[in-house]
């Protein structure tokens, strides 16, 4: 492996020390904890022995001085470092400590060593070039779940990777992160412990935009005695025709895909064709998604399977994806556990949609959380709304909950649990995005099938009219006409009569 030497990294580190001081001191620090935190107790135990080897002539003289009063003994225990070997802050203890990382990494090294080679053993890497080959592993990881972790495990086994690089990104041009890097980053190193990884800074200490082309332009010169394989979930092939210079990326790399459906294999077709690319293909793995986990935490959602122990236990101690716990612990008082589930899976879908259209994802997912806050009170409502149809009711009773009782005032999200059973004509876009999001959360079934169909083959505002279209035949089948809300007429004669 063209590694570097132990005096390169020293210089390149200085050399980043020099041109970006806190970041590198902060990331260094991160490193240390997440490498404290991966062999943590194996480490404290080797630093109190080494220390112990050290300190032993100092106690043995104390000790001596103790029982024989002889001051000769104190003496002897005073010079040799009596003072050096106690007192905190001296040269000693941080001696001890860089003594007990090199014993430490020593030993983590021999038994993964090991490891890889039983992890491989009895499996024949696929036909490839006869280079050895490094896999590249990017993403948010926020935070990194199991599939990514199977998924990088899957392309070792296969491919027979000397090492995968995984590499968190920066400041994506996609997507905007609330975590802070520095979480990101401790978390990959925990979630990854286990397999032949390095998690690389490259994209974490890059200043602006990070564009996966740069990166492997860099790693390929850096590793260019070995076969680059960026592994991908299928998903992330469909769009590669909109990364930044594709052509680039397949110039430098081979490719390995986790399929799943017919689309996946014929973009791999295609990719193998337009960019005469290398695509290795790779078995799926579970379909889990870091923003389910996410909101999961948000509202107390047990999603502890999907994630290594030590990630959750991350998250928990450091009280990570909190924005809106306390809502969510509210609005538990008002719901049972069905409504409870189905409001996540609504949220799910609100962000979904507030990302591919570019929505303030911040409303989205308040006004998604608080669509059916008032779903078990409004049956006995006896106030304004009374008149209302039952099954309408809860969204006019809700958006004055949301303001009375979680403190929302915020008009245009109010409308948007107001209107979000009836619609109405001229929503706005974060209206339709509630509407839209309620009638196609994955729990409800046949309804929503063709308008999910709709919004992936023609997009959010023809699945928007069809769902108007349909619930407007669904009440007209089901109700009497006088018991039909005036506002889903109006919403109908609108968006389906009228063009958008
Ligand atoms: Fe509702
Ligand atoms: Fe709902």
Redesign the pocket.
Known sequence: MAKQSLWQRIKSFFKRLFKHPIKTLKWTLIRLYAKLRKGGKRLILIFVIVWLIFASPTIVGYLLYFLTKNAWHLTYANAWFGFWMFAPGTPMLPLCAVIAIAINTTISKIFKVKSRKAAVAGYAPDARSTKPAIGIFGGTFDPPHNSHVELVRRATVKLGLSKTLVIPNGDAPHKLFETDKMHRLAMTELAFADLPVKVSLDEVLREGKSYTADTVKELAEKYSKYELILILGGDSLLSFDNWYHPEEIARYVSFAVAVRGGSIRDKIREIKKKYNAIVYELEPVAAISSTEIRMAVEMGIDKSDCVNPKVYRYIERNKLYSKYSELCEKLRWYLDEERYM??YY?VLKGIEYAEALGEDRDSVIRACLL??CA?QIAENESGCYKAYEKKVRHAFVGADLAKKEFGVNDEAILDAIRY?TTGRANMSRLEQIVYLA?ITERTRGLFAVDIVRTYEAQGFNEAFRFAVEKSWDYLNENMDKKDICALSKEAYDFYCKDEI
Do not use: G, I
Request: hydrophobic share 10%; charged share 40%.
């Open positions: 189905h409001t609504v669509h059916d779903k979000h309620d």
